[in-house]
């Protein structure tokens, strides 16, 4: 009889031991390591940074969506033609860039700009005009977008930098990897004869002047 209850204390204790010392690891862990107060955005210590960050958060968000637009409106010409693939292949970029934005304006709280539904028209019109101009139009589209996002991708790196750098480690990271793609299609948009468009700098001068036009816009309403 003693043994059979050694036995049935030692089978009870094998099954409640496991969960008895997660269960007591679970209530010592540091709450820092059992969860996080944010996922990449730290949390505003005060009213001027809330904005600050909101504002970033805003612009990035709108100007991925006119990317995506962009390319939308390209595809929409070129799609069938031997520069489809490239063109889509940088916009799948764009499509994970615009996700991950908004992603973090519902986890920020943060509304997107009010103007979203002209960047949809004025986008798509943007990228399909360029792409009647043929592969050359299209690229030199692409060349002047994505110099003035990188541009400004590279303010919001050194205005971080600036304010504290281990501070907004995630947010600098995700910009500078998003940077990093925009410079690519900048590359391959010079590298697939945007240059040899007729009046080249005169389209890459209009359309990044409407480039800075969205963006300080965007940033405050």
């Not at 944010?38 to 600050?52: F, G, I, L």
């Not at 009647?132 to 589209?141: D, H, N, P, T, V």
Request: with cysteine; charged share 25%.
């Amino acid at each position: 009889m003693h043994r059979a209850a050694r036995t049935a204390l030692c089978n009870w204790s094998n099954v409640l031991a496991p969960a008895t010392i997660r269960q007591s690891l679970k209530c010592r862990m540091p709450p820092q390591l059992n969860s996080r107060a944010y996922s990449v955005v730290p949390t505003p210590c005060d009213s001027e940074e809330k904005e600050m960050l909101d504002r970033m958060l805003r612009v990035d968000h709108a100007g991925e969506y006119g990317a995506n637009r962009i390319y939308a409106g390209q595809m929409a010409v070129l799609g069938r033609t031997s520069t489809g693939p490239l063109i889509q292949e940088m916009w799948d970029q764009e499509k994970h860039h615009l996700s991950k934005f908004n992603e973090l304006l519902a986890e920020n709280r943060v509304r997107p700009t009010a103007l979203l539904p002209l960047w949809n028209i004025a986008g798509f019109l943007l990228g399909a005009s360029s792409a009647l101009l043929g592969k050359e139009g299209a690229m030199a589209c692409t060349v002047a977008v994505e110099e003035s996002i990188s541009e400004h991708y590279n303010s919001q790196i050194r205005a971080l930098m600036e304010r504290d750098p281990e501070r907004y480690t995630e947010l600098l990271q995700i910009i500078k990897e998003f940077r990093d793609d925009e410079l690519e299609h900048h590359d391959t948009g010079l590298e697939h004869d945007a240059e040899k468009i007729p009046g080249y700098w005169l389209i890459k001068n209009a359309i990044q002047l409407g480039c800075k036009a969205a963006i300080y816009v965007s940033q405050r309403v």
